[in-house]
T-cell receptor, first 113, second 114 residues
C-alpha cells in the first residue's frame, strides 16, 4: 500500500530563512504528487502538484518542489519564508490509475517575525 | 465564490448517539470525498462518491455511512459514535476521478464524542 512520510513534525524558522520540507513516498509505480497547505483556521488548499514533465514544479506564493524519482522524494522549498507562511503543510500522493489520495501526517511550520 | 461548505463546524455528540455531518459544494464537481483526520495524523480517506457511485475504502468501519442525494450535497452518518471517532472530518470534491485531479477541501467539522 502507498504511504507518505513527512520527516519533520514541527519546523520553526525566522523570517527570510530558507525552507525545505521533506516528503518521501513508498510506491513503485507512476505517481502524482501534491503539496497542500492549511493556514490557521482555514481549509486545506493546493500549493502545487506534479504529474509529469519538468520535475521542478513551481506553485503559488513562491513555493516550489522537486520530484526526485530515484529517491522517491518530493521536497517542498521556499528561498525566503514570511510570517504569513505559518501553516501546516501536507504532502499527498495518488497512483497513476487511482484517485485515492494518501496524505502524510503534515509538518507544522512556525515563522517567527 | 464557488466553494465546499461543511456544517456544522463543531459538533458534539454523546457516545452511541447517531450523528450526521453535512457537506455541500457549488463547484458542480462529480466526485465528493470524506476524510477522517485525528490529531497530529494524516487525513484518511473513508469513502467517496463518483456521481451516484459509492466507493468505500476497505478499512472504513461499518459504523460510517454516506449519502449523496444530489450533486451538491453529501452526508456522513456515524451510526453509533465511539470515543475513538472523535476527529476532524473533511469533505473534498474533485471535478473528475482522474488521479491528477486537484481535490478542493471544505473547512472541516470537528466532532467531539462525550
Amino acid at each position: 500500500a502507498q504511504s507518505v512520510s513527512q520527516h519533520n513534525h514541527h519546523v520553526i524558522l525566522s523570517e527570510a530563512a530558507s525552507l525545505e520540507l521533506g516528503c518521501n513516498y513508498s510506491y513503485g509505480g507512476t505517481v502524482n504528487l501534491f503539496w497542500y497547505v492549511q493556514y490557521p483556521g482555514q481549509h486545506l488548499q493546493l500549493l502545487l502538484k506534479y504529474f509529469s514533465g519538468d520535475p521542478l514544479v513551481k506553485g503559488i506564493k513562491g513555493f516550489e518542489a522537486e520530484f526526485i524519482k530515484s529517491k522517491f522524494s518530493f521536497n517542498l522549498r521556499k528561498p525566503s519564508v514570511q510570517w504569513s507562511d505559518t501553516a501546516e503543510y501536507f504532502c499527498a500522493v495518488t497512483s497513476y490509475n487511482n484517485n485515492d489520495m494518501r496524505f502524510g501526517a503534515g509538518t507544522r511550520l512556525t515563522v517567527k517575525p | 465564490d464557488a466553494m465546499v461548505i461543511q456544517n456544522p463546524r463543531y459538533q458534539v455528540t454523546q457516545f452511541g448517539k447517531p450523528v450526521t455531518l453535512s457537506c455541500s459544494q457549488t463547484l458542480n464537481h462529480n466526485v465528493m470525498y470524506w476524510y477522517q483526520q485525528k490529531s497530529s495524523q494524516a487525513p484518511k480517506l473513508l469513502f467517496h462518491y463518483y456521481d451516484k457511485d459509492f466507493n468505500n475504502e476497505a478499512d472504513t468501519p461499518d459504523n460510517f455511512q454516506s449519502r449523496r442525494p444530489n450533486t451538491s450535497f453529501c452526508f456522513l452518518d456515524i451510526r453509533s459514535p465511539g470515543l475513538g471517532d472523535a476527529a476532524m472530518y473533511l469533505c473534498a470534491t474533485s471535478r473528475d476521478a482522474r488521479s491528477t485531479d486537484t481535490q478542493y477541501f471544505g473547512p472541516g467539522t470537528r466532532l467531539t464524542v462525550l
